[in-house]
């Protein structure tokens, strides 16, 4: 489909004009020329999906046996089941946000990528759309991986894991969209700081680690504005096969997420690439 | 050759690239202190407190300790360790290829060997600072049972050296970073998580032991516990000294040796 | 020790491995005197540089700078040099000031007198206006002169300067000489490699002709021209696929003809002369040009080689 001429300024209707373009093939080639890149990466692509693995392994050697198991509604289930999905949720947070941050802004600011791939008949919300599309890419196989490994380990909740799959490429999805409409506003390398200050307290206050009922009820209501909240939480229902209506409600709050992460990120890009 | 113009030039040169270093930290601090003090204290806020209220309900104390204060020290050797990775490879090698200012410091009167002291003893310095902050913070926690403890400034220094020194001697090596990244997930990462750093040794099979003792982390986070509780035998903690000094020594050697051939040849 | 020479080397050898990239070079600079090394891309001038700036240690052969063997003193030799590397390797987070300042530190310097020498400095290298922002934010030449500056902040008796001027603008050059000449004429003595002809013809009294590792010819830039070439060149080009073909048809015109891939070169005395001449001869070049001798044709000359290739 004929992409918006991208010198336009952007207004609210760029969300509608989105969605069409998902099937642009143009931003496909944005996804190849990645995948290229990586392939002479690929012990850095495998690599990052052992990190979460390392953690999965860790708790269900020691803490599984110090933390014994815990009620999620109801049901008593063994600390590293009640981990699993968290981890899951955490590294694809970690891989969206990592990919989408800081190779893009190498890409946007220091490489000047983009810049060559706009001489060629790409435009910016292809660009923006084909990095989307890269991060979902990956992010489908680093989970499907990180589920097997799951259900090896014994630490599946249930035959329902499966769903854990589309619910962890959602999440990666969130995760980059607002990735890249953070690192829109970076300016140097500095910033990057800010990220890790944002990635771990989400990461080891999000209830991955241990129920949010814990926290002061004030406390565990700001929790649950974290999208890695809603999106641990989701994967923890899905793993253990605990279908509830709230769950729609977690899956929206990511993809509204994430369409406002697009939103703003094609938005910031067209002011920088095609001023 | 004079002999007394060697010496006149030759005093404390390695101090000057010390207050280099120093004075560089001074320059650009701001986005490390997040994770050299902000971080360790996320860390053992969520898992001592938050973790360890599941700990405690079920399975009660932990070595005798609650689970806060047993993975208190821990995370001290932890975060030293953390210190000495971030501070020696990706920092060394910008410096000896990307921006080459060791290049440009070999032009003054510094020696390859002088550079690396400096550098080494810089980050023993900021080690120190770090270690004394967190001792300080796990001891409000309540962490802190023996006298013992006002070593562990030290012992955190320790590690960050015992990591650092062959890190450093690793990267200015280095073509790339290319094999930094793996470094981190399969070295660093498994290190931090088994080094029998969140639950007791006696908690992996029995064959899996020798593997976590020869983790050098594990000897750091061992003498750590030992020195905060006072507990454990002085020579089982001497041997758990020996076994990171011998890094830093090693470290050191080899550190001269690759510093001299990137920075002369 | 007496100091005949303020830097001299003998049978300087640098071989990494198997390859040997200086053989056996010797060379003596006078104190005051502005040396040069030129030479193409790879012919050994960084090597060279490297070792008479003490850093690096000859595979063989001897130097002495100042009277003083950098095998054993150094440091002694350092402290009074001033190297600018050909990369500029500064601090890229830091601010132009801060760069002089803790560069300053390596030398020993007192905080005070670093402090004056900085603001000096930067008043002679004309980036005072730009003193606290950060170098990242700098062009090209202002980065190469900041460089100049930081190799000055030890008041060096020697500055050694590896390619000072590579890829930077021609103001930018003009601005970099004539700082250059400044420290000539206060008496530094000046160490440059370079691969452009201009840059040596207007900066060194005396140089070095490198290639391939060895030294080919040495003089005063003017001498080396009158030996190796005549006074004036003849350019011309054809519309051809090949200047070969015209070699025969032009050698009887030229003391010397040589075919490069887009044009030909006659080495003459009087190129309005021999050009009439081969205008009378019914050749027609697309171009002609008439111009003066140049080191390039030096090094033309004694390699068979075009410097710039």
């Known amino acids: 489909m004929g992409a918006a001429n991208n010198a336009t300024p952007i207004d609210g209707l760029m969300i509608a004009r989105s969605f069409p373009m998902i099937g642009s093939r143009r931003s496909l080639r944005?996804?190849?020329?990645?995948?290229?890149?990586?392939?002479?990466?690929?012990?850095?692509?495998?690599?990052?999906?052992?990190?979460?693995?390392?953690?999965?392994?860790?708790?269900?050697?020691?803490?599984?046996?110090?933390?014994?198991?815990?009620?999620?509604?109801?049901?008593?289930?063994?600390?590293?089941?009640?981990?699993?999905?968290?981890?899951?949720?955490?590294?694809?947070?970690?891989?969206?946000?990592?990919?989408?941050?800081?190779?893009?802004?190498?890409?946007?600011?220091?490489?000047?990528?983009?810049?060559?791939?706009?001489a060629t008949p790409l435009d910016v919300t292809d660009i923006a759309l084909g990095e989307?599309?890269?991060?979902?890419?990956?992010?489908?196989?680093?989970?499907?991986?990180?589920?097997?490994?799951?259900?090896?380990?014994?630490?599946?909740?249930?035959?329902?894991?499966?769903?854990?799959?589309?619910?962890?490429?959602?999440?990666?999805?969130?995760?980059?969209?607002?990735?890249?409409?953070?690192?829109?506003?970076?300016?140097?390398?500095?910033?990057?700081?800010?990220?890790?200050?944002?990635?771990?307290?989400?990461?080891?206050?999000?209830?991955?680690?241990?129920?949010?009922?814990?926290?002061?009820?004030?406390?565990?209501?700001?929790?649950?504005?974290?999208?890695?909240?809603?999106?641990?939480?989701?994967?923890?229902?899905?793993?253990?096969?605990?279908?509830?209506?709230?769950?729609?409600?977690?899956?929206?709050?990511?993809?509204?997420?994430?369409?406002?992460?697009?939103?703003?990120?094609?938005?910031?890009?067209s002011k920088i690439l095609a001023p | 050759m004079n002999p007394s113009t060697r010496t006149d030039v030759g005093r404390s040169r390695w101090l000057r690239s010390w207050g280099y270093h120093a004075e560089f930290y001074a320059q650009t601090w701001r986005g490390s202190v997040a994770s050299s003090v902000l971080f360790p204290i996320l860390f053992l806020a969520a898992l001592g407190i938050g973790v360890g209220k599941l700990v405690a309900h079920h399975h009660g104390l932990v070595d005798g300790q609650t689970y806060l204060h047993y993975i208190a020290p821990s995370l001290l050797a932890t975060t030293t360790m953390q210190?000495?990775?971030?501070?020696?490879?990706?920092?060394?090698?910008?410096?000896?290829?990307?921006?080459?200012?060791?290049?440009?410091?070999?032009?003054?009167?510094?020696?390859?060997?002088?550079?690396?002291?400096?550098?080494?003893?810089?980050?023993?310095?900021?080690?120190?600072?770090?270690?004394?902050?967190?001792?300080?913070?796990?001891?409000?926690?309540?962490?802190?049972?023996?006298?013992?403890?006002?070593?562990?400034?030290?012992?955190?220094?320790?590690?960050?050296?015992?990591?650092?020194?062959?890190?450093?001697?690793?990267?200015?090596?280095?073509?790339?970073?290319?094999?930094?990244?793996?470094?981190?997930?399969?070295?660093?990462?498994?290190?931090?998580?088994?080094?029998?750093?969140?639950?007791?040794?006696?908690?992996?099979?029995?064959?899996?032991?020798?593997?976590?003792?020869?983790?050098?982390?594990?000897?750091?986070?061992?003498?750590?516990?030992?020195?905060?509780?006072?507990?454990?035998?002085?020579?089982?903690?001497?041997?758990?000294?020996?076994?990171?000094?011998a890094m830093a020594i090693v470290g050191v050697a080899w550190g001269r040796r690759t510093m001299r051939r990137r920075l002369t040849d | 020790m007496s100091e005949t020479h303020i830097l001299e080397a003998r049978q300087l050898v640098k071989r990494f491995g198997d390859f040997e990239a200086v053989k056996g070079i010797d060379v003596a600079i006078d104190r005051g005197e502005s040396f040069g090394f030129l030479g193409p891309n790879g012919a050994g001038k960084t090597s060279t540089m490297r070792m008479i700036s003490a850093v690096s240690q000859p595979t063989s052969g001897t130097i002495s700078i100042f009277g003083l063997d950098p095998r054993f003193d150094g440091p002694e030799i350092r402290s009074r040099l001033g190297v600018v590397p050909q990369e500029d390797s500064l601090e890229l987070e830091l601010s132009v000031r801060h760069n002089l300042e803790m560069f300053g530190r390596y030398f020993d310097l007192p905080r005070r007198v670093v402090r004056e020498r900085a603001t000096e400095l930067l008043e002679f290298t004309q980036l005072s206006e730009r003193a606290n922002e950060k170098v990242d934010n700098l062009s090209g030449g202002m980065k190469r002169r900041l460089t100049i500056a930081r190799g000055l902040i030890n008041r060096p008796e020697i500055l050694i300067l590896d390619e000072p001027t590579t890829g930077l603008d021609p103001q930018a050059r003009h601005l970099l000489w004539d700082r250059l000449y400044r420290l000539k004429r206060e008496g530094v003595t000046l160490i440059i490699t370079t691969h452009y002809m201009d840059e040596a013809e207007q900066l060194c009294d005396r140089l070095v002709v490198m290639d391939q590792g060895s030294i080919v010819a040495e003089g005063a830039p003017r001498v080396l021209i009158e030996q190796f070439s005549t006074r004036e060149v003849v350019e011309l080009r054809f519309i051809t696929d090949d200047h070969e073909e015209y070699y025969e048809r032009l050698a009887p015109f030229a003391e010397r003809v040589e075919v490069l891939p887009d044009r030909v070169l006659l080495y003459v005395n009087n190129g309005d002369d021999t050009l009439r001449d081969v205008h009378a001869a019914h050749i027609t070049p697309s171009s002609a040009l008439v111009r003066r001798s140049s080191l390039e044709d030096v090094f033309l000359h004694l390699t068979g080689r075009s410097l710039t290739e």
Request: hydrophobic share 55%; net charge positive; glycine share 6%.
């Open chain 1, 30 to 118: 944005v996804l190849e020329r990645n995948a290229l890149v990586y392939r002479a990466q690929w012990v850095m692509l495998i690599s990052g999906f052992f990190e979460p693995l390392f953690y999965l392994l860790s708790i269900s050697i020691g803490l599984n046996k110090l933390v014994g198991p815990l009620p999620v509604h109801g049901q008593f289930i063994s600390y590293a089941k009640f981990v699993a999905p968290g981890m899951l949720a955490t590294s694809a947070m970690n891989g969206a946000m990592i990919d989408a941050i800081f190779n893009t802004f190498f890409k946007l600011k220091i490489s000047h990528v983009y810049d060559a791939l706009l």
């Open chain 1, 132 to 269: 989307v599309l890269w991060a979902l890419a990956r992010a489908t196989m680093y989970s499907a991986s990180f589920i097997i490994c799951m259900a090896a380990l014994g630490d599946a909740g249930s035959v329902w894991v499966i769903l854990c799959w589309p619910g962890a490429i959602l999440t990666s999805l969130t995760f980059s969209c607002m990735g890249l409409a953070a690192c829109t506003f970076m300016r140097t390398w500095q910033d990057f700081d800010l990220v890790a200050l944002v990635q771990l307290p989400l990461f080891l206050f999000s209830g991955t680690f241990f129920p949010i009922t814990q926290y002061p009820q004030w406390l565990g209501a700001i929790v649950s504005f974290s999208p890695l909240y809603q999106s641990a939480a989701l994967l923890r229902g899905l793993s253990l096969g605990q279908f509830d209506w709230i769950m729609i409600f977690r899956a929206g709050y990511l993809m509204a997420i994430a369409l406002f992460g697009l939103y703003v990120a094609a938005r910031r890009f």
């Open chain 2, 83 to 245: 210190l000495g990775e971030g501070e020696s490879l990706w920092p060394v090698l910008a410096s000896v290829k990307w921006v080459r200012t060791y290049h440009a410091a070999a032009t003054t009167p510094l020696e390859p060997d002088d550079i690396l002291y400096g550098k080494l003893a810089w980050v023993a310095t900021r080690a120190f600072v770090t270690s004394v902050f967190y001792t300080i913070i796990i001891g409000v926690f309540g962490a802190l049972q023996s006298w013992w403890s006002l070593t562990l400034p030290l012992i955190g220094t320790l590690v960050t050296v015992a990591f650092s020194a062959p890190l450093v001697a690793y990267a200015a090596r280095s073509q790339s970073d290319a094999s930094f990244t793996t470094l981190y997930r399969f070295a660093f990462v498994p290190m931090f998580l088994f080094s029998a750093t969140f639950y007791p040794l006696s908690a992996y099979p029995g064959y899996l032991r020798p593997v976590v003792q020869f983790f050098p982390l594990y000897h750091g986070v061992a003498l750590a516990r030992a020195a905060a509780f006072g507990q454990g035998s002085i020579p089982a903690q001497l041997g758990h000294v020996t076994v990171l000094v």
